[in-house]
């Protein structure tokens, strides 16, 4: 089982919230975890949108708008990017990553469709 | 301007060598942890490496055959690819990773990123 798992595709529409998940395997707990998200377009690095691991340990990336934050779902053991607003240039593929066991892991990337 | 600029890519025999080179430029160079990450035709990204103060760390895929460097008088990053095959055929990406202490033996993840180079391995 991967360390960190994401639904592989989510569509929404204009002006819409979309939620996006990064489970952690089982008897990895979120809490203890910083949880990195990135953004990338077709043909274009990776971009750095921020980190979550609590309220009061968290980082926005430079430039980055408001409408894309980070939290948990401890219940569900997950880290979620929730873009509000949702724009035609939110689309792209988005990965979750964090450091477990001596390495960076990410997960297997979400493709967000704005219909 | 923070830049990041990957080079060294190019086609190579299955075990062959290959050296990257990622020369950084509008920051401190040495008073960051840089990371060596890949992404192979369609597929997502997997980390490959990070140098971080006097430490390194690999993935396991790569561990034994790649060797992660950096001149800090050249602001320049280094992965030294060894026996490589098939399956290391990649756009490889270097990455900056901010350090969490003052001799970075603690690091976040990583903020600013390269273009990239491809390597790609085949007979």
């Known amino acids: 089982q991967a360390v960190l798992t994401q639904p592989a595709s989510l569509s929404a529409s204009p002006g819409a919230s979309a939620s996006l998940t990064c489970t952690l395997r089982s008897g990895i707990n979120v809490g203890t975890y910083r949880i990195y998200w990135y953004q990338q377009k077709p043909g274009s690095p990776p971009q750095y949108l921020l980190r979550?691991?609590?309220?009061?340990?968290?980082?926005?990336g430079s430039g980055v708008p408001s409408r894309f934050s980070g939290s948990k779902d401890a219940s569900a053991n997950a880290g979620i990017l929730l873009i509000s607003g949702l724009q035609s240039e939110d689309e792209a593929d988005y990965y979750c990553?964090?450091?477990?066991?001596?390495?960076?892991?990410f997960g297997g990337g979400t493709k967000v469709t704005v219909l | 301007e923070v830049q990041l600029l990957e080079s060294g890519g190019g086609l190579v025999q299955p075990g062959g060598s290959l050296r990257l080179s990622c020369a950084a430029s509008g920051f401190t160079f040495s008073n960051y942890a840089m990371n060596w990450v890949r992404q192979a035709p369609g597929k997502g990204l997997e980390w490959v490496s990070i140098i971080s103060g006097s430490r390194t760390f690999y993935a396991d895929s790569v561990k034994g055959r790649f060797t992660i460097s950096r001149d800090n008088s050249k602001d320049t990053l280094y992965l030294q690819m060894n026996n490589l095959r098939a399956e290391d055929t990649a756009v490889y990406y270097c990455?900056?990773?901010?350090?969490?202490?003052?001799?970075?033996?603690?690091?976040?993840?990583?903020?600013?990123w390269g273009q990239g180079t491809t390597v790609t391995v085949s007979s």
């Open positions: 990455a900056s990773s901010s350090c969490s202490t003052t001799t970075c033996e603690g690091f976040y993840g990583m903020d600013v």
């Open positions: 979550y691991k609590s309220d009061s340990d968290n980082q926005q």
């Open positions: 990553m964090t450091w477990h066991n001596s390495a960076w892991v």
